[in-house]
């Protein structure tokens, strides 16, 4: 398989490979879902990675659906790697889809719709996606009686905040039921509720992790978040063009910094908690994420431009003021090493010596 595509991104799977003791892992077996999505790829590679680095004897089941999709990410698959494929909607897997030999210790749930326009598009396909598939993840972790489940959610599930806010895990704002947008983060939130009734009625032992922007080198093909597209603005020299006013307080993480906190909290978490995965340095703006970008890493050389629609077409989240705090999952050993100049300027040269820069 050609699971690493560039040097940076080496250079993050080796970092990730020295984080933390993967002998746990030694001959266990884990299942991952949203394994063509930002997160799960970069999952997929560091658990492979490790792998073969310390002789694990890991088997990975990957849950697709598209497995084209995954060979031209990937490569063809080799006995060597240790990887089953599952062809499965998430709505529609069940323990059947499961081989018969195959038992599973650890589960990382991290497929989710996550794209902006497709929530307002498609928002019921974004709830159901949400909800049913999670229930299914979940009754193939009750099956399996696993050491871990690990689900991906997302900061958004904290809502929005009239005063700028320091973000615990137990605290939360207030989400719109009746906004369309709000079917993405609503959803996470009864994903969330979901994984605690499981634990609670069947002693399934969820740890959650409420992701912040991730990014860095190795995103996939047609990626447009905003990092992608500021990125892109750098390497082709054009101006960075925001369609809100970029109020709306961000917290990021890069992403070699996002899966070795998944991973920690795998292994180390405690059951029924949810921990923030965030680089408190990295916490900005929008709009003064756009003029570091421009003026640090264009050297000056693009503008930012305002242009505002009078709808929300684009599907943009609330504006939002508030940073994750992460003091709950540094105490399990995790600590963030890339800060927010540094994941844009790895990101670009991955962008560069990949083509991936349409």
Known sequence: MNIINDSTLKEDMEFISNSMNFKQLEDKTILLTGSTGLVGSQLLRALHYCNNKYNLNLTIVAIVRNISKFEKMFGMIDKKDNIILIQSDITDITENNIPSNISIDYIIHAASITASKQMISQPVDTIMTALMG??????IAKKHAVNAFVYISSMEVYGSFNDETYVHEDTMGYINPLA????YPLGKRMCENMCIAYSEQYRVPVRIARLSQTFGAG????????????????????????????LSEGNYCYTRDTITAILTIMLNGENQNAYNVSNE???T????????VASKLASGQINVIFDIPETNSYGYACDTKMKLNTDKLRKLGWKPSV????????????MIETRMTL
């Open 134 to 139: 999670t229930h299914n993840i979940l009754e």
């Open 180 to 183: 369309l947008r709000s079917n």
């Open 219 to 246: 995103i996939l093909p047609g990626e447009n978040r905003v990092f992608a597209q500021f990125a892109r603005s750098v390497i082709y020299n054009k101006d960075i063009v925001l369609h809100t006013k970029g």
């Open 281 to 283: 340095e990295c916490h």
């Open 285 to 292: 703006t929008i709009a003064d994420m756009a003029k570091m």
């Open 339 to 350: 800060n927010l100049e540094e994941a844009y300027r790895r990101l670009i040269k991955s």
